[in-house]
T-cell receptor, first 113, second 114 residues
Framework: GEDVEQSLFLSVREGDSSVINCTYTDSSSTYLYWYKQEPGAGLQLLTYIFSNMDMKQDQRLTVLLNKKDKHLSLRIADTQTGDSAIYFCAELISSGSARQLTFGSGTQLTVLP | KAGVTQTPRYLIKTRGQQVTLSCSPISGHRSVSWYQQTPGQGLQFLFEYFSETQRNKGNFPGRFSGRQFSNSRSEMNVSTLELGDSALYLC?????????????FGPGTRLTVL
C-alpha cells in the first residue's frame, strides 16, 4: 500500500537545527521529495532525493534516506523564523508512464525567537 | 521563467453548482496534475494529464473531471458541488518525459462551498 507518515508538530529555537522525519511504505518509490507550504500559499519544492542515494545536501538542507527502514529525514541547519511553515514529504508513485505524488500529513514547524 | 499559474485564486459557490478551475503550466511542461488539499484528508491526487490525455486518476467520484488543451493548459471541473468539496485545489506541472519527474506547484485555488 501507499502511506506516508510524519509527526504533526515540531518546535525549535532560532539558530538550532530542525529535523523533520517521515516514513513511507512503497518500496518501489524512485524519488522522494520535501515541499514547504506557508500560510495561504501553494507548495514550494525544497529538495528531492533519488532512491539510490543515502544523503543529499543543499545549502542549509540535508536529506537522509534509509531505504531499508523506509525512513526519510530533512535537517534544516541554523533554523530561522522564516522557516516556520508546514513541511510535507512525498513519494513519487510511478506506474508505467503515469505518476503521482503521495504526501504525508505535513509537519508544522514553529521557530521560536 | 514564469511559474505555474492558477485562476481564480478564490471562489465561493453554493451546493449543487458546478465550478471550473484553470491551470497554466510552466512553459515547456507538458504534464499537469491536480491535487485536493483539505484539513481532514490532507493532499490527495486527483488526476494527471499529458498531451491532452488523462494518464492517471485518483480515487475521486465522477463529479470531478478534467481536461488538457493542446497548449498544455488544463482545467478541472467539479459538478454538483458538495460542502465537502471545499478545499485548496493545487495544480502541478512537470515536463512529462520519463526522466523528468519533479512536480512544481501553483499557488492553488481556494474553493469554498456554502
Amino acid at each position: 500500500g501507499e502511506d506516508v507518515e510524519q509527526s504533526l508538530f515540531l518546535s525549535v529555537r532560532e539558530g538550532d537545527s530542525s529535523v523533520i522525519n517521515c516514513t513511507y511504505t512503497d518500496s518501489s518509490s524512485t524519488y522522494l521529495y520535501w515541499y514547504k507550504q506557508e500560510p495561504g500559499a501553494g507548495l514550494q519544492l525544497l529538495t528531492y532525493i533519488f532512491s539510490n542515494m543515502d544523503m543529499k545536501q543543499d545549502q542549509r538542507l540535508t536529506v537522509l534516506l534509509n531505504k531499508k527502514d523506509k525512513h526519510l529525514s530533512l535537517r534544516i541547519a541554523d533554523t530561522q523564523t522564516g522557516d516556520s511553515a508546514i513541511y510535507f514529504c512525498a513519494e513519487l508513485i510511478s506506474s508505467g508512464s503515469a505518476r503521482q505524488l503521495t504526501f504525508g500529513s505535513g509537519t508544522q514547524l514553529t521557530v521560536l525567537p | 521563467k514564469a511559474g505555474v499559474t492558477q485562476t481564480p485564486r478564490y471562489l465561493i459557490k453554493t451546493r449543487g453548482q458546478q465550478v471550473t478551475l484553470s491551470c497554466s503550466p510552466i512553459s515547456g511542461h507538458r504534464s499537469v496534475s491536480w491535487y485536493q488539499q483539505t484539513p481532514g484528508q490532507g493532499l490527495q491526487f486527483l488526476f494527471e494529464y499529458f498531451s491532452e490525455t488523462q494518464r492517471n486518476k485518483g480515487n475521486f467520484p465522477g463529479r470531478f473531471s478534467g481536461r488538457q488543451f493542446s497548449n498544455s493548459r488544463s482545467e478541472m471541473n467539479v459538478s454538483t458541488l458538495e460542502l465537502g468539496d471545499s478545499a485548496l485545489y493545487l495544480c502541478a506541472s512537470t515536463k512529462g518525459e520519463v526522466l523528468s519527474r519533479t512536480q512544481y506547484f501553483g499557488p492553488g485555488t481556494r474553493l469554498t462551498v456554502l
